[in-house]
């Protein structure tokens, strides 16, 4: 699992960066990310899916990945 958690990651701070994000904290399995503006998180997270959907998973098998967005300030 280990190496796949390494992978998740990296496609995670990929999609966030490729949309102009910023990881401001890991959390084991998952990260916060903050952005300019609710359209670009959203795209984020589509590209964060779909990468994540074409990934081949080899030993885990597919990593299914629940997302939530926050539209409002940060911090609240």
């Known amino acids: 699992m280990k190496p796949a ?3 998740h990651d990296a496609i995670l ?3 966030v960066e490729g ?3 910023q990881v401001i904290k890991t959390t084991g399995d998952g990260l ?3 952005f300019s ?3 670009a998180a959203v795209q984020a997270c589509i590209a964060a899916q779909r990468s994540l959907s074409e990934e081949p998973w ?3 098998g597919d990593l299914r990945v629940r997302m939530g967005l926050h539209s409002g300030p ?3």
């Open 5 to 7: 958690l390494a992978r």
């Open 13 to 15: 701070r990929s999609a």
């Open 19 to 21: 949309w102009d994000g």
């Open 32 to 34: 916060t990310a903050v």
């Open 37 to 39: 503006s609710v359209t």
């Open 58 to 60: 080899a030993d885990t």
């Open 74 to 76: 940060w911090p609240h």
